[in-house]
């Protein structure tokens, strides 16, 4: 998240010993996405990790963060509003462009112009609850035009994978992250864009890919 809580201890030592002003900016509340994704336990530990959680927030000069839930979350957490900045995702729309043509990526690989890509790119981890993509592209084998696509990497690719050879479903294609140049390309070629997050994380996590979707 800050990318790990578990590097804010680190980060206020170094402030207090350089005498810098220490800043947390939280993309995801990796605690809360923990408990509610149900990888952690309730009770005591709970309490402990979330105690500790905030004490360390409340201790960083500022806290930023990306949308007004998760300012709401910062304040609940005991984080006074002064010590709260806004700091939304960002695109560089002279990069990222709507008449960026993607079909020569299309056919690099090894799609036809007239078939239907259905794109997820990103993390693949176990928050996302990728597993609605196969079971999505199940319901579809019958229309070839039709090919879901996962772009990127993470801890559960090879569960994926595996899962979608037990289905054998040829409709599914994984693909590595992408250069960053090949990046407006991958985004154009999709028809439909995926944006797939498990219940338990909403508020927890806000995917960084839609302000370039």
């Not at 930023?64 to 709401?72: H, Q, R, V």
């Not at 990127?152 to 140049?181: H, M, S």
Request: glycine share 8%; hydrophobic share 45%; proline share 4%.
């Amino acid at each position: 998240a800050q990318p790990t809580l578990f590097c804010a201890p680190i980060a206020l030592i170094v402030a207090k010993f350089t005498g810098a002003k220490a800043v947390m900016h939280v993309q995801d509340y990796e605690i809360d996405a923990m408990f509610g994704l149900g990888m952690m336990g309730e009770g005591k530990i709970a309490k402990i990790v979330k105690g500790i959680e905030c004490w360390l927030m409340k201790r960083f000069d500022a806290i930023s963060t990306i949308s007004y839930s998760m300012i709401e979350n910062a304040k609940a957490k005991g984080v006074a509003e002064n010590n709260i900045i806004h700091f939304p995702n960002w695109s560089d729309t002279e990069f990222v462009t709507p008449e960026t043509c993607g079909l020569t990526l299309k056919a690099e690989w090894g799609f036809e112009p007239t078939d239907k890509v259905i794109l997820y790119a990103g993390n693949i981890g176990n928050k996302q609850g990728l597993e609605i993509v196969l079971e999505a592209a199940k319901d579809f084998t019958s229309n070839t035009e039709l090919k879901f696509v996962l772009v990127g990497a993470g801890a559960y690719v090879e569960t994926l994978k595996q899962l979608a050879a037990e289905q054998q479903l040829t409709n599914v294609y994984f693909k590595p992250l992408q250069p960053w140049e090949k990046v407006p390309q991958m985004l154009a070629l999709a028809d439909i864009h995926l944006v797939v997050q498990k219940k338990g994380a909403a508020d927890a996590v806000l995917p960084s890919k839609l302000t370039n979707i």
